[in-house]
């Protein structure tokens, strides 16, 4: 056999995906999305406070955001979900037994709203203080500027990036493993695994990329349209001039050079 | 690869280098794979390095994910696969295994206070595994809904924190675990693994699987397997039904006394 | 507009001091306006007129100084409350660029005024119809031309009927018919009481609209007094030489 | 026991500590960071690559760009490892034998392009059209535009989002461990969970988390120091009132409430 | 400064249209600047007047029409190349925010004209004198006045030595002593040989400053001629009704 088919069996073999496919449609996709979702929304309320904890000029929320930030960004993530998980396993026996999902949703909740807060943190603090003194000079109270004038202009700067971080935790999903899952429990990423172990074979694996490339391919280009729609007020058929080179946010209509 | 026969007579069994043996292994499974002192060692290992040695070669060790490490060795980025691989249907599809080399007890490990005595009392208990080895294949085998573990000491954690009522272990690590807990688990039953271990090749590089077979039928005549069994696993004895390499060579007796806690 | 004059009030700023770093800013600033009266604030560029706006209503906090309301000092005072009662056009406008010309006008009276929804609406709408941008409630301020903006950020103001003004250059990105607009608007504005500061380059805007006018020069006001006093017979010379400029 | 002592005893063992420290000094240090680093140098070039296609008029870059931005961030990064290991393996094997650490930082690299490309990509469409303007209005070309003005200030917005791909590059090194190390190319995160395995608690583990800290913290810090640097033009004595609540970056000197 | 007379040039606007979406915002723009003369450019607000000064630089493309320098159309040549013959000043000022003051004035030099570090610096500071902020050199444009950053904006185009220069709004926030100024600079441009069209709605300056004046309202010139004839004699009713307006 030639290297080339060798290659092409390892990642490509129909017959180990479609034998995986039933497992991973049915258990695998809705324990990701389960924990990705969850993970998501605790994630960005909990990366917004610190965000907002990081811009503060009281020393007593922003030195504790910056710790919060560097260990729970700087740990590896595998050992962030053992210590939560080991830690507070007894405690969560108590309330919710056995299951793994509740401390691996905190866990990756945790971890994901340290590197949220910094993306919204850049966001914001990219707006420019003009806007600030604008909506107070409004009336409106430092907190309420923030909320309906600085905020909203700050995170829709870093939606990309922050789509970044809601397809990392898509795929750190996968890591609530490290708690121990019996089978109905695992996500797309492990079932993919562990056909790879069982049969040698990584199609499984692959077969797990293309899931994952189904959930964020759409949620990209959800966010973007977004995006370009709060940019513009309304929906505007955005020029699509091969001859010109320059499509920034905001340009001015007309054609430009 | 080349085929000219200057390269045939240079490298006759197709390895990526010249008289280099490229395994891949994992490093964190004791005491069959795993790394200690910055040297590849473990009784599987341990023992493909004899067997190299007796074809002339040196082993390069290198560490993998096991979820890699077939399709890998498939792929010949390593000439061979060293890694306590059981021998099934679905790996068969994807390599070639050499003779099969070692068996394996299982040790059922459960917190101090368990009531759970044997192997039989697990069926609708929560029962740990680590993803991927044998005792996971027979617990899924059993219809047991096995908790899965990355790796041992996911395991153990799992039963300290009660989120487990069992643990299928390879005996001596069962053994090993529950000695250093402070009396917090217990070994409660043993069980002889049904298949073998055996070293994983390409397809069709049949050349080193057979000079392979015959080296390890030389180390297992030469008493190397024996000193390898009493070293790595002191106390276990070979079951009745087990024979390693092709089974036309006599085994040696091991240095040490047979224990009887392996009835 | 329909400010009860009763709610009008007088403001006093007495030597107040700024500084950026080394550079001292304003100096001893003070500025008396009557209620119901209108003072213009003119002089160099970067000689602190913006910063003295913003001092009033404490965007920035003097060094040293106070400002009062009505006799009573604003310095001790909740400064949302404040600029609820002090509105401002920024010389930039500082318009919200995410929101449309109608959204820019309503935030305010939706969550401080707490007006509706359609209250809201209707109350904007009026307010840009008085300045002629009825047709660009939907177009985002980027859309707009220089004096389309700052249009609207007169209009965002007032919307919010304060009791004290502080104009910006006001009219620096307007032609001359809608200076003439917000001239007519300020009259009416300041005979329904309300109290206002306008910082101006243009002379004749400054002679026809204010009842006191204040001349500032590096961080202090040199000389101040009625328009026909200052720009009739000015005393100091530094003033004259500044005024003889005037095309 | 109590669990909290056996928390303690899993993870804070120093005796284990102690035995896995010379060799992740040594062996697991050095090879992070050849990992890490010229992945981060290829992949925010690479990045910055997609970040100015994908905000092209011109469909042909843009459309690639999404396309690669999909797939790699899509991918798990397993899958993309192996792809690229076992896939260019012939090749590599040829120009630079059977060391995986070409191949890994190639493909670490790709998967950090495409995350960091739209961490740019958002920070340069924040940059306001006018500024675009200003710059071609002078004479510059559109790409000595993007140069000179609009990228630089777009890149700054944006500092911290790159720093947490610059963390998670520096934690993804782990991954070359899918390609097959020899002991001495092991880095951090591999000897800490090699330890764990024979010593059967997670201290080396934890020891690898506190490497990353040492990394990722300083690092964190030496950005944000340059950010507020290029924010302010020079060194200023940020001023640290704890009455007052706010900080916006460039926002007027003075107290301001 | 020092523009050789022999490199100046002619400019004229032909039948220029340009559209926003369904907003027609230059509806057949005329316009004729003799080489070396000042057009000013008067109309209401929103009429249309810094998208044209946009058009002629090719900041935006017209739909229609042409624009010449000498007669030899701009729209064919490299946009680049135009600009760097056609200087800009902003009504915004479009400054780079993350520049100092002097970097905002040599990164051009530097880069365009390319100049050395040493040359572009000292060019830079004549033209920071000429505007009166060799002391802000230093500073970020964020902690300038209005005022200021205007002149910076008039001093980074002027720096370039450009054959034609647009000025839109260029005195909108400047005293009258730097308005004087800014005069005294332009007619030595103008002297010069330098091409001007200044888009202002001070009409004291206009008539100061102007060979030439076109009045524009809602997308075309309506009327255009000497500032004598255009302030004194105006025929068209709506430039009588603008003009009427004047303080
Ligand atoms: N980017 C844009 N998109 C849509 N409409 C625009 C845009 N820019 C300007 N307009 C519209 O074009 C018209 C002319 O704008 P322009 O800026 O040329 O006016 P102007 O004559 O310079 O006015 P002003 O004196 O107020 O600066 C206005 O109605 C404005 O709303
Ligand atoms: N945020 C700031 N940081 C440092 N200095 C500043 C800041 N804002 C303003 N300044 C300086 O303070 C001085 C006064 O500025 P201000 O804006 O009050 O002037 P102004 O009188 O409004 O001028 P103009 O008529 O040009 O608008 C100027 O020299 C300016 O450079
Ligand atoms: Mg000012
Ligand atoms: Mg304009």
């Given at each position: 056999m030639d290297p080339l088919s060798t290659l092409w069996e390892t990642f490509f073999d129909w017959d180990s995906m479609r034998e995986a496919l039933p497992e991973m449609l049915t258990v695998g996709l809705p324990n990701t999305l389960i924990l990705a979702v969850s993970a998501a929304l605790l994630g960005s309320v909990l990366g917004m406070l610190l965000a907002i904890a990081g811009i503060s000029r009281t020393r007593w929320l922003r030195w504790p955001a910056r710790v919060y930030t560097d260990i729970f960004r700087g740990l590896p993530a595998a050992a962030t979900i053992l210590l939560i998980g080991v830690g507070l396993a007894p405690l969560g026996m108590q309330v919710w037994g056995p299951d793994p999902y509740p401390l691996g949703i905190l866990a990756l909740s945790l971890i994901a709203a340290a590197y949220i807060g910094e993306i919204f943190r850049s966001g914001i603090q990219s707006v420019e203080a003009a806007q600030l003194e604008g909506a107070r000079a409004l009336g409106f109270s430092w907190g309420e500027a923030m909320r309906l004038v600085i905020v909203p202009q700050g995170i829709r700067r870093v939606l990309p990036a922050w789509v970044n971080q809601l397809i990392a935790l898509i795929k750190d999903s996968s890591l609530v493993y490290f708690l121990g899952l019996v089978a109905s429990q695992r996500e797309l990423f492990r079932i993919g695994q562990d056909y790879a172990a069982t049969t040698g074979n990584e199609s499984a694996l692959l077969l797990a990329g293309l899931f994952y490339l189904a959930l964020t391919v759409p949620l990209t280009h959800i966010v973007n349209w977004i995006d370009r729609r709060l940019r513009h007020g309304r929906p505007t058929t955005a020029p699509d001039d091969d001859d010109l080179d320059l499509a920034l946010p905001g340009a001015l209509g007309g054609s430009q050079r | 690869g080349g085929g000219t026969s200057s390269d045939q007579a240079a490298n006759p069994y197709g390895l990526l280098q010249p008289g280099v043996l490229r395994a891949g292994t994992l490093t964190d499974a004791p005491p069959n794979v795993y790394l200690k002192d910055g040297r590849f060692t473990g009784f599987?290992?341990?023992?493909?390095?004899?067997?190299?040695?007796?074809?002339?070669?040196?082993?390069?060790?290198?560490?993998t994910d096991f979820s890699a490490l077939l399709s890998q060795v498939n792929n010949r980025k390593f000439?061979?696969?060293?890694?306590?691989?059981?021998?099934?249907?679905a790996r068969r599809k994807t390599v070639d295994?050499?003779?099969?080399?070692?068996?394996?007890?299982?040790?059922l490990d459960v917190p101090a206070g368990s009531s759970i005595t044997s192997f039989d009392q697990l069926t609708g208990k929560r029962v740990v595994v680590v993803q991927g080895?044998?005792?996971?294949?027979?617990?899924?085998?059993?219809?047991?809904?096995?908790?899965?573990?990355?790796?041992?000491?996911?395991?153990?954690?799992?039963?300290?924190?009660?989120?487990a009522d069992a643990w299928i272990a390879p005996a001596?690590?069962?053994?090993?675990?529950?000695?250093?807990?402070?009396?917090?688990?217990?070994?409660?039953?043993?069980?002889?693994?049904?298949?073998?271990?055996?070293?994983?090749?390409?397809?069709?590089?049949?050349?080193?699987?057979?000079?392979?077979?015959?080296?390890?039928?030389?180390?297992?005549a030469d008493g190397t397997w024996s000193r390898l069994q009493a070293q790595y696993y002191p106390g276990r004895p070979v079951p009745a039904g087990f024979t390693p390499g092709s089974g036309t060579v006599a085994i040696p007796a091991a240095p040490t006394a047979s224990a009887s806690a392996y009835s | 507009?329909?400010?009860?004059?009763?709610?009008?009030?007088?403001?006093?700023?007495?030597?107040?001091?700024?500084?950026?770093?080394?550079?001292?800013?304003?100096r001893g600033v003070d500025l008396e306006v009557a209620r119901g009266r209108t003072a213009c604030v003119i002089g160099p560029s970067g000689s602190g007129k913006?910063?003295?706006?913003?001092?009033?209503?404490?965007?920035?906090?003097?060094?040293?100084?106070?400002?009062?309301?009505?006799?009573?000092?604003?310095?001790?005072?909740?400064?949302?409350a404040l600029r609820q009662r002090v509105g401002m056009v920024f010389q930039q406008f500082n318009l919200f660029p995410h929101m449309s010309v109608l959204r820019n006008i309503t935030l305010a009276l939706r969550r401080i005024r707490r007006l509706s929804e359609d209250e809201a609406v209707a109350v904007a709408r009026t307010q840009l119809e008085l300045v002629g941008l009825a047709a660009k409630a939907d177009a985002r301020p980027a859309h707009l031309s220089g004096g389309q903006q700052q249009r609207v950020a007169i209009a965002r103001a007032l919307a919010l009927q304060p009791q004290v003004m502080l104009f910006d250059e006001a009219t620096s990105a307007l032609d001359p018919e809608l200076v003439k607009g917000v001239l007519a608007l300020m009259a009416e504005l300041s005979a329904g009481?309300?109290?206002?500061?306008?910082?101006?380059?243009?002379?004749?805007?400054?002679?026809?609209?204010?009842?006191?006018?204040?001349?500032?020069?590096?961080?202090?006001?040199?000389?101040?007094?009625?328009?026909?006093?200052?720009?009739?017979r000015a005393e100091h010379p530094r003033l004259r030489r500044f005024l003889s400029q005037v095309l």
């Amino acid at each position: 056999m030639d290297p080339l088919s060798t290659l092409w069996e390892t990642f490509f073999d129909w017959d180990s995906m479609r034998e995986a496919l039933p497992e991973m449609l049915t258990v695998g996709l809705p324990n990701t999305l389960i924990l990705a979702v969850s993970a998501a929304l605790l994630g960005s309320v909990l990366g917004m406070l610190l965000a907002i904890a990081g811009i503060s000029r009281t020393r007593w929320l922003r030195w504790p955001a910056r710790v919060y930030t560097d260990i729970f960004r700087g740990l590896p993530a595998a050992a962030t979900i053992l210590l939560i998980g080991v830690g507070l396993a007894p405690l969560g026996m108590q309330v919710w037994g056995p299951d793994p999902y509740p401390l691996g949703i905190l866990a990756l909740s945790l971890i994901a709203a340290a590197y949220i807060g910094e993306i919204f943190r850049s966001g914001i603090q990219s707006v420019e203080a003009a806007q600030l003194e604008g909506a107070r000079a409004l009336g409106f109270s430092w907190g309420e500027a923030m909320r309906l004038v600085i905020v909203p202009q700050g995170i829709r700067r870093v939606l990309p990036a922050w789509v970044n971080q809601l397809i990392a935790l898509i795929k750190d999903s996968s890591l609530v493993y490290f708690l121990g899952l019996v089978a109905s429990q695992r996500e797309l990423f492990r079932i993919g695994q562990d056909y790879a172990a069982t049969t040698g074979n990584e199609s499984a694996l692959l077969l797990a990329g293309l899931f994952y490339l189904a959930l964020t391919v759409p949620l990209t280009h959800i966010v973007n349209w977004i995006d370009r729609r709060l940019r513009h007020g309304r929906p505007t058929t955005a020029p699509d001039d091969d001859d010109l080179d320059l499509a920034l946010p905001g340009a001015l209509g007309g054609s430009q050079r | 690869g080349g085929g000219t026969s200057s390269d045939q007579a240079a490298n006759p069994y197709g390895l990526l280098q010249p008289g280099v043996l490229r395994a891949g292994t994992l490093t964190d499974a004791p005491p069959n794979v795993y790394l200690k002192d910055g040297r590849f060692t473990g009784f599987d290992n341990d023992l493909l390095t004899a067997a190299a040695a007796k074809i002339g070669l040196r082993v390069e060790f290198v560490g993998t994910d096991f979820s890699a490490l077939l399709s890998q060795v498939n792929n010949r980025k390593f000439d061979v696969g060293s890694s306590s691989i059981t021998i099934t249907e679905a790996r068969r599809k994807t390599v070639d295994f050499g003779n099969g080399y070692d068996f394996g007890y299982f040790g059922l490990d459960v917190p101090a206070g368990s009531s759970i005595t044997s192997f039989d009392q697990l069926t609708g208990k929560r029962v740990v595994v680590v993803q991927g080895t044998v005792q996971d294949d027979y617990a899924t085998g059993k219809q047991l809904n096995p908790v899965r573990v990355p790796d041992y000491n996911g395991a153990i954690n799992q039963l300290k924190a009660g989120t487990a009522d069992a643990w299928i272990a390879p005996a001596e690590i069962g053994d090993a675990s529950a000695a250093d807990s402070n009396g917090k688990i217990k070994v409660a039953d043993r069980l002889l693994s049904p298949a073998p271990t055996a070293y994983a090749f390409a397809k069709g590089n049949d050349a080193l699987r057979e000079a392979l077979n015959k080296a390890l039928d030389e180390v297992i005549a030469d008493g190397t397997w024996s000193r390898l069994q009493a070293q790595y696993y002191p106390g276990r004895p070979v079951p009745a039904g087990f024979t390693p390499g092709s089974g036309t060579v006599a085994i040696p007796a091991a240095p040490t006394a047979s224990a009887s806690a392996y009835s | 507009m329909s400010i009860d004059t009763t709610t009008s009030v007088s403001l006093s700023v007495r030597d107040v001091h700024l500084a950026f770093g080394p550079n001292r800013v304003l100096r001893g600033v003070d500025l008396e306006v009557a209620r119901g009266r209108t003072a213009c604030v003119i002089g160099p560029s970067g000689s602190g007129k913006s910063t003295l706006l913003r001092t009033i209503n404490r965007l920035i906090e003097p060094d040293r100084g106070d400002v009062l309301l009505d006799g009573r000092s604003v310095l001790r005072d909740d400064p949302d409350a404040l600029r609820q009662r002090v509105g401002m056009v920024f010389q930039q406008f500082n318009l919200f660029p995410h929101m449309s010309v109608l959204r820019n006008i309503t935030l305010a009276l939706r969550r401080i005024r707490r007006l509706s929804e359609d209250e809201a609406v209707a109350v904007a709408r009026t307010q840009l119809e008085l300045v002629g941008l009825a047709a660009k409630a939907d177009a985002r301020p980027a859309h707009l031309s220089g004096g389309q903006q700052q249009r609207v950020a007169i209009a965002r103001a007032l919307a919010l009927q304060p009791q004290v003004m502080l104009f910006d250059e006001a009219t620096s990105a307007l032609d001359p018919e809608l200076v003439k607009g917000v001239l007519a608007l300020m009259a009416e504005l300041s005979a329904g009481g309300m109290t206002m500061v306008v910082v101006t380059h243009e002379m004749g805007f400054a002679r026809e609209v204010a009842d006191s006018v204040a001349f500032m020069d590096r961080g202090v006001v040199l000389e101040a007094g009625e328009p026909a006093a200052i720009f009739e017979r000015a005393e100091h010379p530094r003033l004259r030489r500044f005024l003889s400029q005037v095309l």
